[in-house]
């Protein structure tokens, strides 16, 4: 990003030092779907998000309305307004109000109250039990105490803002993994399962993010994604190694690892879920993902640099989304590709002005070995675009330090070929508040990309950064391009594939914590990557 094996292990072999703390750590935060509700369990704790303007309710012993009545801030009609309290049998509840103006607000408003307002719950709760855990909060069920019965959007709150990332060894560092949330009622299973697993994809794509380079390297990703899929229905993983890389032609994306010697990989995650009498072409997810970018020659400012080992988070965004799709078994036939490797200074990295011939045989002329997101997304695009043949095909990349200037960590940016496209991400962003920004795709700044001594280069300057990088990413994808072609019919010859680039260089942190996200890596847009595939699935005339 530019910024101001196992069986299958072939080719060469990682001597990453490996803390040992990280062998049983990966596989222990594995995600799975088994949530229940609270049926006859006894929790020791509640969290209660309540309309202020009707608190009446009980959960357990606890009469919510007396207890907020008697609050200091009763009479606040601020939402997220909260008060922690004990009941007579030694349960202690969060009260959270998602504010007194609710029922003014729009659905997806609604939605984000409860979200925000059940992640507050569970954060007051989680700071009591990094205290010492003398209330002793271990089983904790979420109540809509009169709110919004949003049960989808209480569990991503809920779950999002109970898991932290930490590898401290100290036995209290993460008070979260003693805990567990589950619902308080009996009828919200079915959507708090759907929003757990969408808040737990997310969870696995932000802890993939925050490890570290030594600890996640292209081998080791691959092997963690392997290990979540097993025992999926219709989840075929495949792990390629360079040699196979080198046959395809992949020249772009093997030059970015030819400055490490730690092995570039190629991840291959195929899900089939559409039923078997459906013709509908396959949905298809690519994500970058260079699990540490010095910025190889063209060498990173050494403040923040630690922040790049986060450069993997469209493949770990797009792979946690993958994974909760064949969870969930929405039916829809997914294809998730993820090249793999570190951009590092080595004697025979790249070097500015070197030009190599991508997959597709375009030659690209590499004038700053910084951008090497586009590089390996090249050959990834191509593969996959012609391979395939995805009648939607969407990236995902921490691309350009320009998305994050504009647009900062509230939306991501969207480049598309396509309206329906557009429209499909924006809504499906807009549902789950992982929210999306539409920019500008067009050929006025090709000459900024196409005056060189190749076909393309690599990066265009700084007037308008990402908008380049995602012209330069058009090239490698497989049927858009119509110029001067028509159907048989004499008819202008419409491109067969629909193209979305999401660039989350700006979304791929928060800087500042929320409710129900942490500072740190966010794992976005994992929830809105789910949710666009669902809704797609209930549409087979879109695929």
């Not at 925000?116 to 719950?121: E, L, N, P, T």
């Not at 490797?341 to 991508?358: F, H, L, Q, R, T």
């Amino acid at each position: 990003m530019v910024v101001g094996r196992a069986a299958l292990l072939l080719g060469r072999t990682s001597r990453r030092y490996v803390h040992p703390s990280a062998v049983s750590f990966l596989p222990q935060t594995q995600f799975s779907s088994r949530n229940t509700s609270s049926g006859s369990k006894k929790l020791d704790a509640f969290v209660c998000v309540i309309n202020p303007t009707n608190p009446s309710h009980h959960v357990g012993n606890l009469d919510v309305g007396k207890q907020w009545a008697s609050a200091r801030t009763a009479g606040s009609k601020k939402a997220l307004e909260s008060r922690v309290v004990y009941g007579q049998d030694g349960e202690v509840a969060a009260l959270v109000s998602v504010g007194a103006d609710i029922a003014k607000k729009e659905a997806l408003a609604r939605r984000e109250a409860v979200r925000r307002a059940a992640g507050k719950g569970v954060g007051l709760l989680r700071e009591l039990a990094a205290d010492g855990n003398a209330a002793r909060v271990k089983e904790v069920g979420v109540s809509l105490a009169g709110a919004e019965e949003d049960w989808h959007a209480a569990a991503v709150g809920a779950k999002l803002a109970l898991r932290t990332f930490t590898l401290k060894t100290k036995k209290d560092a993460d008070p979260s993994r003693e805990i567990s949330v589950i619902p308080a009622e009996s009828n919200a299973k079915e959507e708090w399962t759907r929003g757990s697993i969408y808040a737990e994809a997310q969870i696995l794509a932000r802890e993939l993010m925050e490890l570290p380079a030594n600890m996640l390297t292209p081998t080791t990703f691959c092997e963690r994604i392997r290990k979540e899929a097993e025992g999926l229905d219709g989840v075929t993983v495949t792990i390629r190694d360079e040699a196979w890389a080198k046959e395809k032609g992949m020249n772009t994306f093997l030059s970015v690892t030819k400055g490490t010697d730690e092995p570039a990989k190629f991840l291959e995650f195929h899900y089939k879920g559409a039923p078997s009498s459906s013709s509908s072409r396959p949905l298809a997810f690519v994500g970058k993902g260079v699990t540490f970018d010095s910025g190889g020659i063209s060498l990173k400012p050494g403040d923040g640099m630690k922040l790049m080992r986060g450069d993997m988070g469209g493949a770990a965004t797009v792979c946690a989304a993958a994974l909760a799709i064949a969870r969930l078994k929405i039916p829809i036939d997914l294809v998730v590709v993820t090249p793999l490797c570190e951009n590092m200074p080595g004697p025979s990295a790249n070097k500015p002005g070197d030009i190599v011939y991508a997959m597709n045989g375009k030659s690209v002329e590499i004038d700053n070995t910084d951008a090497e997101g586009r590089l390996i997304l090249s050959d990834a695009l191509y593969y996959t675009s012609s391979t395939y043949k995805p009648r939607t095909l969407v990236d995902v990349a921490t691309l350009t330090g320009a998305m994050q200037v504009a647009l900062g960590d509230a939306f991501s940016g969207v480049f598309s070929t396509s309206d329906s496209l557009w429209d499909e991400l924006h809504a499906a962003g807009e549902h789950e508040f992982d929210r999306f920004w539409r920019m500008p795709l067009d050929d006025e700044f090709g000459p900024q990309i196409w005056s060189s001594n190749a076909d393309l280069c690599n990066l265009g300057g700084k007037p308008a950064g990402s908008c380049t990088a995602a012209l330069f990413l058009k090239a490698f994808v497989d049927g858009i391009e119509t110029t001067n072609t028509k159907d048989a019919d004499g008819s202008e010859r419409k491109p067969t594939v629909r193209w979305a680039h999401v660039d989350i260089a700006g979304t791929m942190e928060a800087v500042r914590p929320g409710p129900y996200q942490p500072k740190g890596m966010t794992g976005r847009p994992v929830r809105a990557l789910i949710e666009f595939a669902r809704r797609l699935a209930q549409d087979e005339t879109r695929m």
